[in-house]
């Protein structure tokens, strides 16, 4: 099975007709820590995979259906040319948009089909992706969705000597942001390109939920042998490591009137967190609350639970952090924490299941988890006829 969303994408020719559609594609992410695709080589990077077939409904009734083909001539990609060059689930994102000005160095092949090696020995590896994937499904999963917003309460100037960072060379100017309350999810970031930015320097952000004495952000499941590390210094080998850390390099200006306001909003990761430090300002540039947001992430079930405490006020905050965790840990299934394991183990689903359908509609997220695990489960095994037990390759 693959799981597939369908799009209404009508106003997108409301004005005009697109002649080009370009899609990112994140580093994939099928198991623990090294299990990921690193997208170093377009002639290796083969376990990333884009499927897409526009349907298109005309006044007149007629239909005309565009399908994604690797044989066609019509698709190319490029790893030179993408401007997120690393994406991980536990350990953020890097963005560098100077590769958007340097189209002499973007490298386009054509594309090739996907391809999958499942372990079964009975099969030529790789195997076809239309093979090896099985009937496409439509995903009724609730979708990702940014519920709430947060601007920072307070704005503090920490030492540069408690950071570690060595992305960058201006490192005197580091700011923590406190975003109120703990929550799953990431930052958007807007500043002045002028004011703010130190011209081929990056900007990295690094999320937490609690501080450290010094007031830096706290980073400790970023560890080697059990030594706290943080930004490029962090190096994982564990199982619950966890590097929170965006590292952000604007695009430059391509003109004396290019628009003065660059932006960020990581694609390819979420983080759990209340606090993030951001390094790499200018020496001069002292950050405003309109400078970052925090975007609350979660699926989108349905609130349907209204628990309320009208004489006990502390009991109606533990209502709310119980909802608000909940929801923190909801990402397309249950995890069991929103800021380093980010798994979903069965455990924790379980322990929290009973208050989870008190508060929200879980039924087609459960249902759609539970098929998940029913279909690994069952991946690259098979039951002999004349055994009783399962053999998996």
């Not at 979660?298 to 109606?316: E, Y």
Request: glycine share 6%.
């Amino acid at each position: 099975r693959v799981s597939y969303r369908a799009c209404d994408v009508t106003s997108f020719y409301t004005t005009t007709t697109p002649t080009l559609l370009r899609v990112s594609l994140g580093m994939c992410k099928y198991g623990y820590q090294q299990s990921f695709c690193t997208g170093a080589s377009p002639l290796t990077d083969v376990c990333k995979g884009f499927l897409m077939l526009l349907k298109i409904q005309f006044n007149d009734g007629t239909t005309q259906t565009i399908a994604s083909s690797s044989t066609d001539g019509a698709w190319q990609a490029t790893t030179s040319g993408n401007p997120i060059r690393y994406s991980h689930l536990y350990h953020g994102e890097q963005y560098d948009g100077r590769v958007l000005n340097s189209t002499e160095s973007v490298l386009w092949h054509p594309a090739t089909p996907a391809t999958f090696n499942t372990g079964d020995t009975r099969l030529q590896q790789p195997v076809p992706a239309n093979q090896a994937l099985g009937k496409p499904v439509l995903l009724t999963m609730p979708p990702l969705t940014v519920s709430k917003k947060y601007s920072p309460v307070s704005i503090t100037k920490v030492s540069s000597s408690a950071t570690t960072t060595t992305t960058t060379t201006n490192n005197n100017n580091v700011w923590v942001f406190d975003m109120s309350t703990n929550m799953a999810g990431f930052a958007t970031l807007s500043v002045s390109r002028s004011l703010a930015l130190v011209p081929n320097q990056p900007l990295v952000l690094k999320y937490g939920e609690v501080l450290n004495k010094d007031g830096t952000v706290h980073m400790a499941y970023c560890t080697d042998k059990g030594v706290p590390r943080s930004g490029s210094d962090c190096t994982c080998t564990g199982i619950n490591c966890a590097n929170q850390t965006d590292t952000f390099y604007p695009a430059p200006t391509k003109t004396t009137n290019d628009d003065d306001a660059v932006t960020y909003t990581p694609s390819f990761t979420y983080h759990g967190f209340r606090y993030i430090q951001i390094e790499g300002f200018a020496p001069q540039y002292t950050p405003s609350a309109k400078d970052i947001t925090a975007l609350f992430v979660h699926s989108a079930v349905r609130q349907t639970g209204s628990v309320h405490f009208p004489k006990t006020p502390l009991l109606n905050q533990i209502q709310s952090a119980i909802v608000q965790t909940q929801l923190s840990n909801l990402h397309f299934h249950p995890t069991d924490c929103p800021q380093r394991e980010k798994r979903g183990w069965t455990g924790d689903a379980q322990f929290t299941s009973r208050q989870a359908n008190l508060n929200f509609d879980m039924t087609e997220l459960y249902r759609n988890w539970l098929q998940t695990m029913a279909n690994h489960d069952a991946a690259g095994c098979a039951l002999p006829k004349d055994k009783g037990r399962v053999q998996c390759f």
